[in-house]
C-alpha cells in the first residue's frame, strides 16, 4: 500500500512569542505552512492571526523564537528580502499610475528588462480576466477589480508566498462571494501558497486547504475545514466556527475514541471523543443544528418543548428549550414544513453519534 506523501514545508514558526508591553500577542507559537497550500488564519479581533501574518511578512519582529522561509532564518530580515506578495483590504494602489505600470511597479524595483516586465503584466492582466484595463487608473475601476489588481501586483513577480490579510472586507457580500471562487480558482491554478487572514468563518471554510483558528494568541486548533467544522477540539472552536448546540453533560465513559455522557436532565448520549476528556468530569455535547432530529416526545433522549419555528426560505429554524432549561438550535429542509412541529409542541431530539462530539 502507497502512503500518502507528505507535502514540504515552506515556511516555520518556531517557539514564537510576540508582545506589546505587558500585552502578549502571541504565545509561543509552532506553526508549519505546506508549499502550495492555502492557509487561512481565523480568529476574532486580538486572537493574534494578523500579528502572525505581519511576523511572517516582516513587518513586525517577534520578542523571541525563529521564522525560517524554506529552511533560512528570517526572524530578522527586512520584507524585502523575504520574497513574498502581500495584499491588504486597502488594495494600496497607486492613483497617479495605470494599472499596468501598478503591475510593472515591483518588477521594475526588482531590475526586471523592460520587454520582460510587459510580458509578465499581460499575463497577470489575461490571468485576472481583466486584459482591456491596462491603461486605466484605479479609481476607474470597481471595488472587485481594483482588489484583483492588487492581487496580481501581489503575484506579478511570483513571489514564494502570498500573504492576503482580510482583503475582500471592504466589498459587498455578493462581490465578496464571487471573489472567493475567484481567489481559489487562482490558488489552483498558480500552485503557489497563499496565508490568509479572515475573521469571516464562512471565507475561510470556502477557499481554504488548512484553516488555523485563533484564541488568545494560541492556535487553538489547525485542520481541514470539514474538520473543523465537524470535529471541533474544544467549545471556543466549536462556538466561532459556524452554529453550534453545546449541551452541558458529565463524563461516564471514554472508550476506544468515543465518550458517553449524562446531560443536567439525565440523559445519555454518545459521541467521538476530543480533547482532554476524564469520567466524572464536565464537558459539552457538541452538534450542529442540521445534524439534530426532531422525534416524537414518546422516544427517548433530550425532552424539550417548541419555543419557535421560522421560515428562511430553503430551511426552518426551530428552536427548543429542554426540561433542563438550555435552548436548542435545529435546522431542517423546509420542504413538507406544514407537516412539521409547532410552537408549544412537546418533543424528544435525537443526536446522531457519529456527527455529536464530546469536548471538554
Avoid: W
Wanted: neutral net charge; charged residues 25%; hydrophobic residues 40%.
Amino acid at each position: 500500500m502507497l502512503k500518502a506523501t507528505q507535502p514540504s514545508v515552506i515556511a516555520t514558526f518556531r517557539s514564537v512569542k510576540k508582545n506589546y508591553g505587558a500585552y502578549i500577542a502571541i504565545s509561543n507559537l509552532d506553526l508549519d505552512v505546506y508549499n502550495g497550500e492555502f492557509l487561512t488564519l481565523l480568529g476574532p479581533s486580538g486572537s493574534g492571526k494578523t500579528t502572525t501574518l505581519m511576523m511572517l511578512a516582516g513587518f513586525e519582529k517577534p520578542n523571541s523564537g525563529e521564522i525560517h522561509i524554506n529552511g533560512e532564518d528570517v526572524t530578522r530580515c527586512a520584507p524585502y528580502d523575504r520574497g513574498m506578495g502581500v495584499v491588504f483590504q486597502s488594495y494600496a494602489l497607486f492613483p497617479h499610475m495605470t494599472v499596468a505600470e501598478n503591475l510593472a511597479f515591483p518588477l521594475a524595483v526588482r531590475k526586471i528588462p523592460k520587454a520582460e516586465r510587459d510580458r509578465l503584466v499581460t499575463r497577470m492582466l489575461d490571468l485576472i480576466q481583466l486584459p482591456s484595463v491596462g491603461d486605466r487608473k484605479p479609481q476607474q475601476l470597481s471595488g472587485g477589480q481594483q482588489q484583483r489588481v492588487a492581487l496580481a501586483r501581489a503575484l506579478v513577480y511570483e513571489p514564494r508566498i502570498v500573504l492576503m490579510d482580510e482583503p475582500l472586507g471592504a466589498l459587498d457580500k455578493a462581490l465578496r462571494e464571487t471573489m472567493q471562487m475567484e481567489l481559489k480558482s487562482l490558488h489552483a491554478r498558480l500552485g503557489i501558497t497563499f496565508v490568509y487572514v479572515t475573521h469571516d468563518q464562512d471565507e475561510a471554510l470556502t477557499m481554504s486547504d488548512r484553516i488555523a483558528v485563533f484564541n488568545k494568541g494560541k492556535i487553538a486548533q489547525i485542520a481541514p475545514p470539514e474538520v473543523i467544522y465537524k470535529r471541533p477540539s474544544d467549545r471556543f472552536v466549536a462556538g466561532f466556527v459556524g452554529e453550534a448546540n453545546l449541551i452541558d453533560a458529565e463524563v461516564l465513559e471514554i472508550k476506544t475514541g468515543r465518550a458517553s455522557v449524562k446531560t443536567r436532565d439525565d440523559a445519555i448520549l454518545s459521541g467521538i471523543a476530543s480533547g482532554d476528556l476524564a469520567v466524572g468530569k464536565s464537558a459539552a455535547i457538541f452538534s450542529r443544528p442540521e445534524e439534530v432530529q426532531i422525534v416524537p416526545a414518546s422516544a427517548a433522549g433530550l425532552h424539550g418543548e417548541v419555543n419557535s419555528v421560522i421560515f428562511h426560505g430553503d430551511h426552518l429554524r426551530i428552536h427548543i428549550t429542554t426540561d433542563a432549561g438550555q435552548v436548542i438550535h435545529i435546522k431542517e429542509n423546509s420542504a413538507g414544513r406544514n407537516s412539521r412541529v409547532k410552537p408549544g409542541d412537546r418533543v424528544a431530539l435525537k443526536f446522531p453519534e457519529e456527527s455529536c462530539v464530546i469536548i471538554p
